[in-house]
Every structure is written in structure tokens, then in C-alpha cells.
């Protein structure tokens, strides 16, 4: 393997020994796969990031921590990218941690494991969990300063919250869903969610069902929880959902994994009337398309991310005094007012 960077750069990216750098560059015995794969993704992102080389200012290393399905971490990961090259003359880097379901013990020895090497700050999505919020404290305790994205930990020391007004984007959906779906006898709606831990998307839910049920006093909601916004796990919840309600002809999903909704409907052969999703990533984007999907609730991710490392930049005395960050606009998006960089994307 080539040296383009000092073993030291790329033990710092990676979060591992200079030992282990060495041994992995030498394609010396004993290394285990997975340390391996994070030496070679440290340098993978150190390429990514070398256009800020040789830029005259103050640099920044911060953790990118997400518990979320890799289709959103892929996407969060590329607009941190986009707007870290656009903060000059600071040089921003980012070491990532990013995981599907991930235990919240692991989740948690993974932000101990940072706390104790050092970080200039943590950008980080997690569940509203007492052991999450703790190490949270480990952190600032350690003059971290930790950014909470989409989903809040209210009650830890996080410095700022970044993100969806997730309220108002509840809202939104039921105000859309409640002039779409036409009168019946008893409809059902099924709001589907990654886990009932996400303080993001039970504030989701609570404004989701204000304002239906302000709205539409004909319609019952019905709530699945723990699907991790996975496939198979979705799938099992929301025929069983459907089986108990033969009512269910909608369906407002909070917590994503929309194609194995979609498949759980066809394979019990149930119609959805009226179907609105989050996040307009490759996934939603072709059900968009395809009219699976009626509606797409997103918001700018590169807004977020700029925010987030604003918020950093003043912690450490490098930018102006920093306010409340401002919370990302809910953008309805259906088929006819896509970007114009995804009009002519059919892939």
C-alpha cells in the first residue's frame, strides 16, 4: 500500500496506533479485517479532503457519530464533505462513525473511545437514551463541544441542535395527508418509526397526530416503533399492523426503510391512498418516481452541516459569537418540483 500521508495523519483519521497504521501499510501479520478497512477508509478520506491542503488557517478534526440506516449517513457524510471545503481558511476533517441498529453500549464506548483521544467536536445522532446522554458529559467534561443532528438529546450538555423542525415537519404531514386522503368509514393511518428513542421523530408524531386529528376526526393513527428503519424488521411490523387493521390506507413514515413498507402492503394486497416519506435519497426518490411515494418531506442537509461546524468554529474562539443555530425548512417535494441536479438522475 502507497504513503501518500504521515502515518500519524492517517492514525489520527482513522482512530487508531501509529502501530497499527504501520502494520496495516506493511501488510505485516496479526492485523484483524476491520482495523485494516478503517486504516484504508482514513485514507480514502484524507484523498477526499486534500483539496483544503495547503490552505492557510486553523485546523479542525471532528467525529461524525450517527445511529441511523447507511442510505441517510451516506448522505449526511457527502453535504459535510461539500461544506467543509467552503470554510477557508479553517481546514475542517472528519473521522466517521457510522452504524445500522447499533447497540447503545457500543454506540457509547465509541464516543468514551473519542472523549479519550480527543476531538475538536462531535457531530452526533443518537437516541435519547440516560447511558447516551452521560456520555455526552464525558465529552464536554473533556472540552468537546458535541452537535446534535435531526433527533435532540434536550437534557444532555450538547452545545446546539441542528436540524429539521421535526415538530413542524409532523405538521406539515398531516396537514398534506389530511387534504389528500378522501372521507371513508373508519381509515386508518400507520405512522411508521425507527424507535420510540429518537427524540427527533416522536416530536414527528406529536405534531403529526395535533393537527390530524384537529384536521380529520375520521381517521384513526396507528404507531410502529423499533423497525431501525431496516428492511426485513419493517416489513414483519407493518403486516402485522395490518392484519389487526384492515382499516389502514395510509401510511406517514417517520423512520424511513419506505420499500419494505411498500412490500408489506403488496404482499398482503392492501392498497395505500396516500403514502408521504422523509429524506429524498435514492431509495425514496425512485418510489417518488414510481408514485409509491406521494409526497417527500426533506430538508438541506449542507444548511445542517454548515451550522454544525459554525457552532464548533465558536466554541474554540475561531468565528464570530454563535446564536441558536436556525432549524432546516420542511421542503414538500413530489415528481414535478424535484431539484433540478435529480430532474434528469433516472438511476
Known amino acids: 500500500m502507497s504513503r501518500p500521508f504521515l502515518i ?8 487508531v496506533s501509529v502501530a497499527t497504521v504501520d502494520r496495516v501499510l506493511n501488510n505485516r501479520p496479526n492485523v484483524r479485517a476491520h482495523m485494516a478497512r478503517r486504516v484504508e477508509q482514513a485514507i480514502e478520506a484524507l484523498q477526499r479532503q486534500r483539496r483544503q491542503v495547503g490552505v492557510v488557517g486553523r485546523k479542525f478534526l471532528v467525529d461524525l457519530v450517527m445511529d441511523t440506516p447507511q442510505r441517510f449517513s451516506s448522505a449526511v457524510r457527502a453535504a ?3 461544506e467543509m471545503s467552503t470554510l477557508r481558511p479553517s481546514i475542517f476533517r472528519a473521522r466517521d462513525e457510522l452504524h445500522e441498529a447499533w447497540p447503545a453500549g457500543e454506540l457509547v464506548a465509541t464516543l468514551d473511545r473519542i472523549a479519550a483521544r480527543g476531538s475538536h467536536g462531535v457531530l452526533l ?19 468537546i ?7 435532540d438529546l434536550p437534557s444532555s450538555r ?3 441542535y441542528v436540524g429539521l423542525d421535526n415538530r413542524a415537519a409532523g405538521e406539515t404531514a398531516a396537514y398534506l395527508l389530511g387534504q389528500w386522503l378522501q372521507p371513508g368509514p373508519g381509515v386508518g393511518v400507520l405512522v411508521s418509526m425507527s424507535s420510540a428513542y429518537f427524540r427527533g421523530e416522536e416530536e414527528r408524531e406529536v405534531g403529526f ?8 376526526n375520521d381517521v384513526s393513527v396507528h404507531t410502529i416503533s423499533d423497525g431501525q428503519g ?8 407493518v403486516q402485522a399492523q395490518l392484519r389487526r387493521h384492515p382499516h389502514i390506507a395510509a401510511v406517514y413514515s417517520i423512520g424511513g426503510a419506505n420499500e419494505a413498507i411498500c412490500r408489506a402492503f403488496d404482499q398482503m394486497a392492501r392498497p395505500c391512498r396516500c403514502f408521504i416519506g422523509h429524506d429524498l435519497d435514492k431509495d425514496n426518490l425512485a418510489l417518488l418516481r414510481a408514485g409509491r411515494l406521494h409526497a417527500v418531506l426533506d430538508h438541506d442537509l449542507r444548511h445542517d452541516m454548515r451550522q454544525a461546524c459554525l457552532r464548533i468554529l465558536a466554541a474554540h474562539g475561531a468565528g464570530g459569537a454563535a446564536g441558536s443555530p436556525d432549524l432546516s425548512n420542511v421542503d414538500v417535494m413530489t415528481p414535478f418540483n424535484l431539484p433540478a441536479s435529480l430532474r434528469g438522475d433516472a438511476n
Do not use: W, Y
Not at 463541544?145 to 433527533?151: D, E, M, Q, S
Open 230 to 237: 431496516v428492511g426485513e424488521r419493517t416489513t414483519v411490523l
Open 8 to 15: 500519524k495523519d492517517i492514525a489520527q483519521q482513522a482512530g
Open 80 to 82: 459535510l464533505e461539500l
Open 158 to 160: 450538547r452545545l446546539a
Open 125 to 143: 445522532k443518537a437516541p435519547n437514551l440516560p447511558v447516551v446522554v452521560d456520555a455526552v458529559s464525558r465529552l464536554v467534561d473533556r472540552g
Open 145 to 151: 463541544p458535541v452537535i446534535t443532528l435531526v433527533t
Open 209 to 216: 397526530r395535533a393537527v390530524l386529528r384537529s384536521m380529520r
